[in-house]
């Protein structure tokens, strides 16, 4: 999102910009209801750069942020365009963002 390359649309990440958790999954059955899910067990800390845009402005840290810097840097990354997803449209099978995606490109 940072470098501008184009456009995300749909709803917020589930994950920060600089942390992500994946890679090793824990999979989950719950005995009674049988209901399976999984959680992730390792977390990840990506190097961002701070600083210019060319990359050379260190490696994040939040100490050296202001107070609530750290807090905005590792929110959950917001999409240009906000597309909710609605349990109608699962339930019809409807994918609303790609019906998003094809008015829009329709449209240059």
């Known amino acids: 999102k940072d ?3 184009g456009m995300l649309i749909g709803t917020e990440s589930g994950s920060a910009h600089g942390i992500f ?7 989950i059955t719950l005995p009674h209801s049988g209901i399976v899910f999984t959680l992730p067990v390792m977390q990840r800390h990506i190097a961002l750069s701070i600083g210019n845009k060319g ?3 260190g490696v994040f840290d939040s100490s050296q942020l202001a107070h609530g810097a750290a807090d905005k840097l590792l929110a959950p990354t917001k ?3 906000h597309i909710p997803v ?3 449209d699962l339930a019809e099978g409807r994918d ?7 008015e829009y ?4």
């Open 79 to 81: 999409p240009d365009v």
């Open 55 to 57: 990359g050379s402005g």
């Open 86 to 88: 609605r349990i109608e």
């Open 21 to 27: 958790c994946g890679g090793e999954l824990l999979t």
């Open 105 to 108: 490109l329709s449209k240059l």
């Open 3 to 5: 470098s501008g390359r």
């Open 96 to 102: 609303s963002v790609m019906e998003w995606v094809v």
